[in-house]
Structures are given as C-alpha cells and as structure tokens.
T-cell receptor, first 116, second 112 residues
C-alpha cells in the first residue's frame, strides 16, 4: 500500500515535443505529490508539486495533472528541450498524524532523453 | 542562500568498517531526512529528524542510525558495512514536514 508506480522507465522525445510521465499510488493517506528532476552526479531537485485538492498545477513548461479518484498523477513537459534530459521521479508523502508523515515514497524513475 | 551540504562527497570503505556521513541543512530548516539511492532499489527512505527527534524510520536494519543536533545538522552512521550498502546517500531538509524538501548532492559510498 506504500508503493508509487511510475511509467515509463525510459522516454525518448524530439525537441519541441511533449513528454508525459505517469504515476499511480494506492495509499489514500498521501497528501503531497512532488516531482523531482535529477541530473547525473546531483541530488534530486524539486520541480513542481501538487496537493490532492487541486486537479492541475502549471509552472512554466511543467504541468502536473492529478486524478484523485483514479489515484493517478502525471507530469507533462511542454516544448521539451535537450536540457530537460534527466531522470524524473514522482513521489508521495503521507499526511500529518499518519505513519508516512515526513517520508517521501518515490517512484522508480523515468529516464528522459530529448533529441535535438 | 546556501543549499543542503553533504560531506564527504565520496567515500570508500572496507566491509566490516563503520562510516559517518554528515548533512548541514539549509539555514532555518528543522526537518532533515535521509535517503539511500541505488540502481536496483531506487530512492528509499531511511529516517527523518525534526528538532533532534527521530519522527519516522524506514525499513533498514539497525546498523543504520542517525541523529540530529541542536543546530539541525544531522549525521547518519552505518556500522559493520556490507557490500550492499554501496549507494548514494542523500540528505534532504525542509522547514517542516509540511513543506517541500531540498536535497543535497549526496555522499557516494563504495564498500569494497
């Protein structure tokens, strides 16, 4: 029940295209869903995050879509650029008072390659 | 504003030894979490500290321990190292557990 399943494992997109990464969770006690971007040799960097009372959040070229009833959320990268080539992780955190509070449960990651 | 600082960046240890990793959170951040990252298991939660108290712990053996000091700096210790402990150990800090987490660049531990 603590898992977050992420797909696809790898994704190749042409420059200017849309990259879409999907995640699904089971634990209804999760209340915070961030996406992280990680470059080789670096730690994950927070990209964008959403809470379950919102269905969509957009920041620049990055958009999170959230479907509470389906327990799914996705990251859309518009106008993908070669500089976006990195590994992307979705994550979920438990709500206050729960056993998962303060703990991020991560998906397995998606390696995104954007070809020029 | 300085980010999360982890030291050392790289470490090579021998099986059976112990190791201590250090994390200095962003100034003002009171929550510090530790994660282990490996190609096979991905990012896994080790533990979280807030105001010197461990609030949550992941499914790791007792060889993995940590602590947080009054200035919010944190250390994690791994005793009796095993080859399987080779990983990137990441520290993340936050104002509190209600806010987003900022990760450091990690300590790459290799056990030989």
């Amino acid at each position: 029940q603590q898992q977050v399943k992420q797909s696809p494992q790898s994704l190749i997109v042409q420059k200017g295209g849309i990259s879409i990464i999907n995640c699904a969770y089971e634990n209804t006690a999760f209340d915070y869903f961030p996406w992280y971007q990680q470059f080789p040799g670096k730690g994950p960097a927070l990209l964008i995050a959403i809470r379950p009372d919102v269905s969509e959040k957009k920041e620049g070229r990055f958009t999170i879509s959230f479907n509470k009833s389906a327990k799914q959320f996705s990251l859309h990268i518009m106008d993908s650029q070669p500089g976006d080539s990195a590994t992307y992780f979705c994550a979920a955190r438990g709500n206050a008072g729960g056993t998962s509070y303060g703990k991020l449960t991560f998906g397995q990651g998606t390696i995104l390659t954007v070809h020029p | 504003k300085a980010g999360v600082t982890q030291t050392p960046r790289y470490l090579i240890k021998t099986r059976g030894q112990q190791v201590t990793l250090s994390c200095s959170p962003i100034s003002g951040h009171r929550s510090v979490s530790w994660y282990q990252q490996t190609p096979g298991q991905g990012l896994q939660f080790l533990f979280e500290y807030f105001s010197e108290t461990q609030r949550n712990k992941g499914n790791f053996p007792g060889r993995f321990s940590g602590r947080q000091f009054s200035n919010s700096r944190s250390e994690m210790n791994v005793s009796t190292l095993e080859l399987g402990d080779s990983a990137l150990y990441l520290c993340a800090s936050s104002l509190s557990s209600s806010y987003g987490y900022t990760f450091g660049s990690g300590t790459r531990l290799t056990v030989v």
